[in-house]
């Protein structure tokens, strides 16, 4: 009878945690179109109809993620709710079935939920984040006029230090450039400003450049880093990371670059990733409660109030890890604990 009630349960749940899922998702999407009405409707109606498609289309993975904690909860308390109003937690614990090892297998599904979790927020959407930016941005400058907003780009090779004006790292292509070498190998320093650096057949290339140290001046048309005395080793590719924030870089570029940041970040991801898991701890134990088989209404908008407790201490902990004078794994970790044993205990405690 267990694993029949294992099958039953997972099934029922995953059907309705997909439509509770999509659902949701969808709803975040018509409000963030609802934000911005006025200029989607006027790219559905041009020839920018399509990249607003792909916009949406990049966008969904960050409404996915923005829902998916409260979706695991609400899909469990709809699995729950026709076994209370029927009576049928009521004749499980009285065949020595409890709550807490009838719903067993929805723990499962909060675990599969909270590794999606995981990976939405430390691989799908840093990949997208760079994408969506650039889609944005063309949409703004194509239908607003102008060129847009400038979006600046700073960064240092060895001594050299590099400024962009305006820079479309995923194109490889940076406008208004300047390049400074305080100490250069023949001890005069070094000014190179570009009208464009352009990564042009598997190499960069500098456009309408002048090179200047000391008393000498020379313009070039064109040149390469290396003929006007300074060296940029990375390619466009590894360019764009390096100049993405971090919360943009997936997990295993910060563990590569290091650094007290990288693990703040990676701290609040892992963070993130277990609220599907918590809100459900905290949300069905209360829930299933014999006395709230007539007032379910109240029951449902209660338990959803209650699974939003450790989304909030989540986001709570995310300001802290943000400030520079606090310990990260000691807030991760202060954070974790307490609401992992809070949501432990109330499952082993589930009573009809």
């Not at 703040?264 to 949300?283: H, M, S, V």
């Not at 134990?285 to 989304?311: E, K, S």
Request: net charge positive; proline share 5%; charged share 20%.
């Amino acid at each position: 009878m267990i694993h029949l009630v294992d099958r039953h349960i997972l099934r029922t749940a995953l059907a309705r945690w997909l439509v509770v899922l999509a659902i949701g998702t969808l709803l975040l999407s018509l409000v963030e179109f609802l934000g911005k009405m006025g200029l989607y409707v006027r790219a559905l109606g041009s020839e920018l109809r399509w990249l607003v498609v792909w916009y949406y289309v990049l966008r969904l993975p960050e409404f996915l993620l923005t829902w998916l904690p409260l979706s695991v909860a609400v899909a469990a308390l709809l699995v729950a709710l026709p076994m209370l109003r029927q009576g049928t937690l009521m004749l499980l614990a009285s065949a020595g079935l409890a709550p807490a090892r009838a719903f067993v297998a929805l723990l499962g599904l909060g675990t599969v939920a909270s590794l999606g979790a995981f990976l939405l927020k430390d691989q799908i959407l840093p990949r997208l984040d760079p994408r969506i930016d650039g889609i944005e941005h063309r949409l703004t400058t194509r239908l607003k006029g102008g060129r847009g907003a400038d979006r600046p780009a700073g960064w240092r090779i060895g001594t050299a230090f590099w400024c962009a004006h305006d820079s479309f790292p995923a194109q490889g292509s940076y406008r208004n450039v300047a390049v400074i070498v305080d100490a250069p190998a023949d001890g005069q320093p070094l000014r190179v400003a570009a009208r464009r650096l352009e990564w042009i057949d598997g190499g960069w290339r500098f456009i309408d450049a002048v090179r200047i140290q000391g008393e000498e001046n020379r313009l070039h048309a064109t040149a390469t880093p290396r003929e006007l005395g300074v060296d940029l080793p990375l390619d466009r590719d590894r360019l764009a990371v390096a100049l993405q924030p971090d919360s943009s870089k997936t997990g295993d570029q910060l563990w590569a670059l290091g650094g007290a940041e990288g693990r703040r970040i990676l701290l609040d991801r892992g963070l993130t990733a277990c609220l599907p898991l918590l809100a459900l701890l905290f949300a069905l134990p209360g829930f299933v409660r014999w006395q709230n088989r007539d007032r379910l209404g109240a029951a449902t908008v209660r338990a959803v109030l209650v699974a939003l407790i450790p989304v909030a201490a989540v986001l709570i902990a995310g300001r802290l890890l943000a400030v520079s004078a606090a310990n990260p794994p000691l807030v991760a970790v202060a954070t974790a604990i307490p609401l992992f044993a809070i949501g432990t205990w109330r499952w082993a405690r589930m009573r009809v």
